[in-house]
């Protein structure tokens, strides 16, 4: 059990903050609020949507009455659990860590003191778990990068860096799954979509699956069937 805050965020949302280091034990009671409120379905309820360390729940404006809500939430929240693990599913995502499609490996080895191949060889050995989906539609955020592979953003962030790009960027590593400006270090593309928005669970990932990244040749890529 996590100690938490409710508070009103806007005219129509909560927002519910925990207490806590970010963590998988953390994600995991995070879901499992998210689990319990769609459950009670609050009048007005729209849709909960969580992060690292809160979760922000949507209403109609004109369909619920924001302290009863949070009253009843707050009541709620105090015997909900953590969910499981159960359905978690691990996805192993090819990459081609090519030049032609890795404008920063380099660089990321000479910051890391690292040789290319070991970049590669670091950045394919872990298993990523995923915490949460943001900052674009489908953008995994992975944990558990090598401490080794620690490469700070780019001081001159790219107009458009084209989806399925896999990047560091500080202490994460993860993939552009649409095509969108960033600052993060480019180091290899995968030839998977990752995001399809004609699917209805569009992101390839939800949280608490995880990701394991295998190298590829550029020939493998090239000749990727979608």
Known sequence: MFDFSVNLNSDNSLIIEFSGDISLELTRFILGCKQSIEQSHPNGFIEAVPAYNSLLVIFNPLGWKPQQTIQSIEKSLRSTKAVGATDAKKHVIPVCYDASLAPDLE?????????????????????YPVYMLGFLPGFLY?????????CARRDDP???????????????????P???????????????RIFNITKKNPAIAKPLDTIQFTSISLDEFNSYEH
């Open 158 to 176: 790219r107009a458009k860096v084209e989806a399925g790009s896999v990047a560091i960027g500080g202490e994460q590593t993860g993939i552009y």
């Open 142 to 150: 992975l944990g558990g990068l090598n401490p080794k592979l620690h």
């Open 107 to 127: 660089y990321v080895a000479n910051k890391t003191s690292l040789s290319v191949e070991e970049v590669i060889q670091l950045h394919t050995a872990s298993e």
């Open 178 to 192: 649409i095509d969108s400006p960033g600052g993060w270090n480019i180091i290899g593309k995968t030839p998977m």
